[in-house]
């Protein structure tokens, strides 16, 4: 999808596409190095990303277990009781991450003072019940990293491709055009000065 662009065909104009063309190849060679280190980054999010859902995923099977075995032992309004007094409050802080440029939000696990109780299989539970929010809140800030990080690659992928297929090419066919048609101007320009001249001679 190459054509040319509407100018003036004149020196100046051509000057001024040169410039336009050497700044858009010095831009499009930034952006693809910066396409290339956001696919780096997004690669490691996915792996990062990956990693914690495995251990979400762990964590819950293994307190699914422990509750159903201190169900068993406390029953099921004990277990209720139990869990509810011996709740460890947490509270996640959110901010904002910069990562080459794109703005994602982060949050930072704080933890709240609590009374302890002592009750056999809880203080293992309650362990594991905190760590399962700490990963569910890891993966979620690891997940919306890669959602900004995916949407800013495409954004810049297709600049990539709008420089590369579009307006490089177009100002390609542009210079081209224009300098065919000084040469022609003055090839023109030549033939009329020999004409001229022979007439000249001729008078002579």
Known sequence: ?????????????????????????????????????????????????????????????????????????????????????????LRAVIGVENIMGVKTHSAVVKHSKTIEYVYPGFDSFREEARKLIEAIIELGRAEQALMALGREIERTKRKVNALKYIIIPRLDNTIRYLNMKFEEREREEKARLKRIKSILEKRR
């Open 1 to 89: 999808m190459s054509s040319i662009l509407r100018v003036r065909p004149t020196k100046i104009e051509l000057i001024r596409l040169k410039r336009r063309k050497a700044l858009a190849e010095k831009v499009h060679r930034i952006l693809r190095e910066r396409l290339t280190i956001l696919v780096n980054e997004f690669l490691v999010r996915v792996r990062e990303a990956y990693n914690l859902r495995r251990t979400v995923n762990d964590l819950i099977f293994n307190l699914y277990n422990d509750s159903v075995m201190l169900n068993s032992v406390y029953g099921e309004y004990g277990f209720q009781y139990l869990r509810s007094i011996t709740v460890k409050e």
